[in-house]
């Protein structure tokens, strides 16, 4: 009775099985209190919301359809969307691959054979089969029997093979589960990379978006000075003609008139080629149709989330990837471990075997055969020692990854934080001097029309007002960019995205 305790609970610990190596824990690191020396304004617009959830469209908070229409379109239709979720795919596969080990395998196998063996090897000796018949030559039954066939002569004859083979591999130190875990949590980081590349997909098409309403705009009022300049060098032209300006103004205006053209050029194939990238940010066809836009068809939210320096971790899936990474290259560290320690196998095999298909099974052609084996590696030249060495070194590695993951995290909030303020200051900055040309071109303006004002210093008036819109165009779509900068910093708010286009499992939200 003992003995029978003994070998099941012998049984039972093999198939639980202990894991070696290192476990997980999180490298530890001093979170900041802030991002930034600078306290976030709650006051001026747009306000930070402190601690306020991310919404996982937040590029709704633009009020543009148009933008809203052309990000769901990428998101069904862009290639990088269907490689992540397709990687995705693959690992989960992997996975669910790996699980497999944990349990027995079982084969069946049939194997027909049709021999002819030499009559000087003894062709007559195999004799009775396990059906018992005679195996002879075509010629008759061996001498032995009675026969004539000599003992020389070859023998053919059919043999059929039916068997069913069991086969399992404890997990006696763990390297099967460390094996899955590791793969688990690649799986997890292809599911993070998945809700990435959905942030970066977005992220991009808003900044594409905001690119194509200010290179309109920049393009309507170049096209604007370049029509002014005309008239200033046309009408220079003609006082120089009359005798009431010098050739030096003349001179003077054409270059500025060659200037404002210069700018033309360059701005055109920025549009071109940021419509391009629209497209295909979209997946949409070389040429195909995409949104025109304008600034005034965006609305600049007035509050801004602003999460804790404590949630980023949490909440940007490139420092969930690096923890992921780490996961993964720990439970490997444990895997080449386990490779230098001994190896268990237990194998069965029932089965028949017969000249005759029929009778495989009778009772002399039946078999079977249990077999346990333990291997243990005594000498590999040091294979196994290094590469547990440089699993670990792998693992020390994605620990550093982990760390830089962070401290660019920080980073790139930080920076953000910092546009954004400098940003507030440039459009405050702009718009003061955008009134001062306009109300310096309005007083030109009426000066001109009373006689007490040339058109040169009109049209000197407007071009300082077209520049100062210029600068003004800028600092909006600046600041348009800085807000979708933001949303994407602090993890584009991923977790609340309950369709990713592949049927695996999620990774845990931020707590």
């Known amino acids: 009775m003992n003995k029978h305790l003994l070998t099941v609970g012998a049984l039972a610990l093999l198939a639980a099985g202990c894991s070696v190596g290192p476990e997980h824990k999180r490298p530890a690191i001093a979170l900041p209190a802030a991002y930034t020396d600078t306290p ?55 996975v669910l691959a790996q699980r497999g ?10 194997s027909p054979a049709r021999n002819k063996v030499a009559g000087n090897l003894g062709g007559n000796s195999p004799g009775i089969q396990g059906n018992g018949t005679v195996i002879s030559t075509k010629e008759g039954t061996p001498a032995s029997e009675g026969g004539k066939a000599p003992y020389t002569a070859p023998v053919l004859y059919n043999f059929h093979t039916a068997q069913l083979t069991v086969g399992y591999t404890p997990d006696v130190f763990g390297a099967n589960r460390l094996e899955t875990a590791s793969l688990a949590a690649q799986q997890r980081a292809e599911r993070l990379q998945l809700e990435a590349t959905y942030i970066t997909l977005a992220s991009n098409i808003a900044a594409a978006a905001f690119q194509d309403a200010l290179l309109r705009r920049q393009i309507d009022v170049v096209e604007q000075m370049i029509a002014a300049s005309g008239q200033a060098v046309a009408l220079a032209r003609r006082q120089r003609d009359a005798g009431y300006t010098a050739r030096q103004e003349l001179a003077a205006q054409q270059n ?38 304008t600034l005034a068809s965006f609305q600049l939210p007035q509050q801004l989330p602003l999460s804790l320096p404590s949630q980023l971790i949490e909440q940007r899936p490139d420092i969930r990837m690096a923890e992921e990474g780490l996961r993964a290259a720990t439970a490997q560290a444990g895997v080449a471990r386990a490779a230098r320690l001994p190896q268990f196998s237990i194998s069965a095999t029932a089965g028949g075997a017969a000249s005759q298909f029929g009778q495989m099974f009778w009772n002399s052609g039946k078999f079977f055969d249990v077999t346990a084996s333990l291997l243990q590696p005594l000498f590999d030249g040091g294979t196994l020692k290094h590469r547990e060495r440089a699993a670990n070194a792998a693992m020390r590695a994605a620990v550093a990854a982990y760390q830089s993951a962070v401290a660019q995290a920080y980073q790139n909030v930080a920076d953000v934080l910092h546009a954004i303020d400098a940003g507030n200051d440039a459009l405050a900055a702009a718009q003061e ?17 009373n006689g007490y004002l040339d058109r040169l210093a009109l049209i000197a008036a407007e071009q300082e007002s077209w520049q100062a819109q210029l600068a003004l165009a800028q600092a909006e779509a600046s600041r348009l960019g800085d807000a979708a900068a933001l949303f994407q910093a602090l993890g584009g708010g991923w977790w609340h995205r309950t369709d990713n286009g592949a049927d695996v499992a999620a990774v845990s939200p931020p707590p």
């Open 101 to 110: 080990y944990f349990y027995p395998t079982v084969q069946a196998g049939y």
């Open 40 to 94: 976030a304004t709650t006051e001026a617009a747009p306000r930070y919301a402190l601690q306020q959830d991310i919404q996982r469209d937040w590029w709704t908070l633009f009020r543009s359809p148009a933008l809203d229409a052309l990000v769901e379109q990428a998101f069904r239709a862009n290639p990088s969307v269907r490689e992540a979720q397709e990687a995705l795919r693959a690992a989960q596969e992997n």
């Open 433 to 449: 001097a955008r009134d001062a040309a306009d109300t310096m071109r309005d007083l030109a303006v009426r000066q001109h029309a």
């Open 256 to 293: 500025a008139a060659a200037q404002a053209r210069q700018q033309l050029p360059p701005l055109r194939l920025q549009f071109e080629q940021n419509r391009e990238l629209l497209r295909v940010l979209a997946g949409v066809a070389p040429g195909g149709a995409v949104p025109a836009f």
